[in-house]
């Protein structure tokens, strides 16, 4: 029997960019947000996946007053 080999990890300093933590939060949110809503939706739109109800919320909001699509900040 061959002995197992051990590695030793050595741990290191992962630091994000205030962008991406602000980001991540916001995909977070959008996530809890779609899941909480999710039961309402279904209950309209019995089809509907979570999978698209999700993408809706990660789609980008159209301004209705001028027809053009802008990101969400």
Do not use: T, W
Not at 8 to 14: A, C, D, F, T, Y
Not at 19 to 40: C, G, H, K, M, T
Not at 59 to 66: F, K, Q, T
């Amino acid at each position: 029997m061959k002995p197992k080999m051990q590695y030793q990890v050595q741990p290191r300093e992962i630091v994000a960019h205030r962008s991406e933590q602000i980001q991540v939060r916001e995909e977070i949110q959008n996530f809890l947000r779609a899941l909480d809503s999710y039961p309402a939706r279904v209950a309209k739109e019995p089809s509907i996946s979570f999978q698209q109800h999700l993408c809706s919320f990660f789609a980008p909001a159209r301004d209705e007053r001028h027809g053009n699509r802008f990101r969400r900040q």
